[in-house]
């Protein structure tokens, strides 16, 4: 069960400046773009230690993923791969997969892992990079947008670029698959200001028990939701060590994510409520879209 606190943290951003904060991103010029592009890079250097710890449980959709890699065949390209949850996984299924992010942080976390794989190394592939501007050289029987990876791109303009890069990456027979929550359960929440305790974990580094706690704001209007994720790490002396990241995600309604689809020469295929395949409808956790080039 969820423990709910007071939020104590004052300077962090009131709701007010999220609306105004976000919509300059959204709205601004190229050092607008350049201020959001760091803040995700902090982002991911501050939390990318903890995120293979807090991540553990996080296998529901790994069997979905084999099932389409099977049916698809490869290679496979997991965009925004981070430390390769599903990059590793599927590898180890003897797939090919090729995995980009911009994060250096969350690649170097995979490289790590990367030498206890040996067996598999020559499966996997880690490139560093841009996906809108970088040359991978070679299409693809499968493309991921996994585990929310899509959130991170705010904008129609960059949303179109990335859909369009992934159009002119897949094969004419490939699939691309989108895995987002579903957004009414967030619009359907009322704002709150607790703080929320999700998971904790232990760190398989230091041995010290992590909470992980979060705040969240939503803008309804550019349906941007701000997460502040507070990490609270107890060491061997039994002192607190705090640790605070903050990121913004864009939701998604099918409605419009299958127009900007379409846009982008897709035809839509299915939709899944999960990643069991249990059908899309009110009230599902998940929005799993799989969509052909057209």
Not at 10 to 22: E, I, N, Q, Y
Not at 268 to 291: H, K, Q, T
Request: proline residues 2%; charged residues 25%; aromatic residues 10%.
């Amino acid at each position: 069960m969820a423990l709910c606190l007071a939020n104590p943290f004052s300077f962090w951003a009131g709701r007010g400046k999220l609306l105004r904060t976000s919509r300059r991103w959204l709205r601004g010029g190229p050092h607008e773009a350049d201020e959001y592009t760091e803040s995700v890079t902090m982002f991911y250097a501050t939390i990318a230690r903890y995120y293979d710890a807090e991540h553990t449980d996080k296998t529901d959709d790994l069997i979905l993923y084999s099932e389409l890699a099977d049916e698809t065949g490869g290679p496979i390209l997991d965009v925004g791969c981070g430390t390769g949850r599903v990059m590793f996984h599927l590898a180890q299924e003897g797939h090919v997969v090729h995995g980009i992010d911009s994060e250096y942080a969350m690649l170097e976390r995979a490289k790590v892992k990367l030498n206890a794989f040996g067996h598999i190394r020559d499966k996997l592939r880690f490139h560093h990079g841009d996906v809108l501007t970088y040359d991978l050289g070679m299409r693809f029987k499968l493309a991921l947008l996994s585990y929310n990876a899509l959130m991170h791109f705010h904008t129609h303009e960059v949303q179109r670029a990335l859909l369009k890069r992934l159009h002119e990456a897949l094969e004419v027979d490939g699939l691309l698959v989108i895995d987002l929550p579903n957004a009414g359960d967030a619009f359907a929440s009322p704002d709150s200001d607790a703080i929320t305790l999700e998971r904790s974990f232990v760190d398989a580094e230091t041995g010290h028990l992590v909470m992980q706690q979060a705040t969240s704001s939503l803008d309804r209007v550019e349906q941007l939701m701000r997460v502040n994720w507070i990490y609270d790490e107890i060491t061997a002396d039994g002192t607190l060590k705090r640790t605070l990241a903050s990121v913004i995600f864009r939701h998604f309604f099918y409605s419009e994510l299958s127009l900007l689809l379409e846009m982008c020469g897709f035809r839509i295929e299915d939709v899944y409520g999960s990643a069991e395949r249990d059908p899309f409808e009110d009230g599902c956790e998940r929005m799993i879209i799989l969509a052909r080039p057209v």
